[in-house]
């Protein structure tokens, strides 16, 4: 008998969650080499056209109706000056 009846979808999106300044601060080197790595600049649009990238974008991104891609990720922090650097 099976426990989940269904098809079984793979999940493909992964959602970063950053508390605290310092994890805020490695988060944000994180997200620098996540964007230079899919080709997103800092207007979070893409910027160059290779096979791969495009094709797996979603995991880190969601892309917004503008065009430009979104990081999946939770902020949070008590000092709001902390997550100034982060924008």
């Not at 996540?34 to 207007?43: G, L, P």
């Not at 910027?47 to 880190?60: S, T």
Request: glycine fraction near 6%; charge should be negative.
């Amino acid at each position: 008998m099976d426990c989940c009846p269904g098809p079984t979808l793979a999940m493909r999106e992964i959602m970063l969650t950053q508390t605290g300044q310092c994890r805020n601060q490695i988060g944000a080197k994180f997200w620098e080499v996540i964007s230079d790595e899919h080709a997103i600049d800092s207007a979070r649009s893409y910027y160059k056209a290779r096979d791969l990238q495009p094709e797996h974008i979603n995991v880190y991104y969601n892309e917004a109706s503008s065009g430009r891609y979104m990081p999946c990720a939770v902020l949070m922090d008590l000092e709001p000056g902390s997550m100034d650097s982060v924008h």
